[in-house]
């Protein structure tokens, strides 16, 4: 079972610091005994209907970027808080890989998601979701950067090491739809240097960001890559870990993630979450500083903003040049096909920009 639901209801605390640890440890028992907690009472969710957006639990899906158990625990706070202001129960599904999420979003199990670029992207033009908030971040920067790591003393300690005989060096990286994990560090990295992360090391290992830290670190690979919004976090969390890691490249600003909902809920619905998340955390003084505490145990979270589909064009444009480059690498059997493929990548962009912008054809 990859997904983990629990219903927050309108009750919810926070877990003790040391239960947080065993995040880790505990991830493939709670993938297994994942369940939907309601009322203090245990139910199955895999055979019920998904609710109506008129009634039932908004069901919030997260991106794996750390443990299951850590990225939930880290949510319900401020999604409890939700409930208590849509007087309506809030249940979170966390999952083990984006691939789990992108499914769940496909079948509709999910009404609200936390999503980085490329799965907010897909959410919005194939899954009939939209944008309603995107998070901000204390050092006030529009995005974060994508970070390639190496060991202290490993076997390769320089990005010309890496670059030169990729075929030597163990990756650990991000699914393919990670912004920061594969997409950014491809098209502005490796392909430029000729390289297909998927081909030309000797192993791969593919999961979350803390994962892969944690990969290099423990000398089960030679490079990783990972986002400085993340390795922020894991120095945290994994001192000792963090201390062995080298940064050797970091990417160009990404934008931060967004929160998209679904569009069936009504515009006044989805205005009313729109106005929690603007003001979470902005309350002055001692009565706001629960809320700015729960942000910043999310990534360093300062807030949120309102925002709308217009704000993934920064990723349609990083997914339309991965696209047009990997067009340009590939083989074909003559110039016309290369050139047939990269115009219909060229008119599938301007169509999702335009989508994106509001002005569709």
């Not at 639990?57 to 999604?79: A, H, K, M, Y």
């Not at 249940?91 to 499914?103: G, H």
């Not at 010309?160 to 990286?173: H, N, S």
């Not at 993340?230 to 490249?249: G, H, N």
Request: aromatic share 6%; net charge positive; no cysteine.
């Amino acid at each position: 079972m990859q997904l983990l639901f629990t219903s927050l209801g309108f009750l919810s605390g926070r877990r003790p610091g040391w239960l947080r640890r065993l995040g880790a440890a505990l991830l493939p028992v709670l993938v297994l005994l994942g369940a939907h907690l309601s009322a203090g009472a245990q139910t199955s969710q895999t055979h019920l209907p998904p609710p109506s957006v008129q009634e039932g639990p908004i069901r919030f899906g997260i991106l794996p970027l750390g443990g299951v158990f850590e990225s939930r625990n880290d949510w319900e706070p401020l999604l409890a808080d939700l409930a208590r202001t849509l007087n309506r129960p809030v249940s979170v599904l966390s999952v083990t890989s984006y691939d789990a999420l992108d499914q769940a979003i496909k079948r509709n199990q999910v009404d609200m998601a936390f999503l980085s670029g490329r799965m907010a992207l897909d959410a919005v033009t194939l899954r009939g979701m939209t944008v309603v908030a995107q998070v901000t971040r204390h050092d006030g920067l529009p995005g974060y950067r994508s970070l390639l790591l190496v060991r202290k003393g490993g076997a390769v300690t320089t990005l010309e090491g890496v670059l030169t005989q990729p075929e030597r060096w163990r990756l650990a990286r991000g699914e393919s739809k990670s912004v920061s994990g594969f997409i950014v560090p491809q098209l502005q990295l490796f392909m430029p240097n000729g390289i297909a992360m998927e081909t030309r090391f000797k192993s791969e290992f593919v999961g979350t960001h803390q994962a892969t830290a944690l990969a290099v670190a423990n000398g089960e690979a030679d490079v990783a890559t990972n986002n400085t919004a993340d390795f922020e976090r894991f120095t945290l969390q994994f001192p000792s870990e963090a201390e062995r890691l080298i940064i050797v490249w970091q990417s160009d600003l990404i934008p931060h993630a967004q929160i998209v909902m679904r569009r069936e809920y009504s515009p006044e619905f989805q205005k009313k979450v729109q106005t929690f998340l603007a003001g979470y955390g902005r309350t002055p003084g001692p009565r706001g500083e629960p809320e700015r505490a729960v942000l910043k145990s999310l990534h360093d979270l300062a807030g949120f903003v309102p925002a709308d589909n217009a704000s993934l064009l920064p990723a349609a444009k990083l997914a339309h040049q991965l696209a047009r480059q990997s067009a340009m690498n590939a083989q074909w059997v003559n110039e016309e096909a290369r050139t047939a493929r990269l115009a219909k990548v060229d008119a599938e962009f301007a169509h999702q920009s335009a989508a994106l912008r509001g002005n569709a054809p």
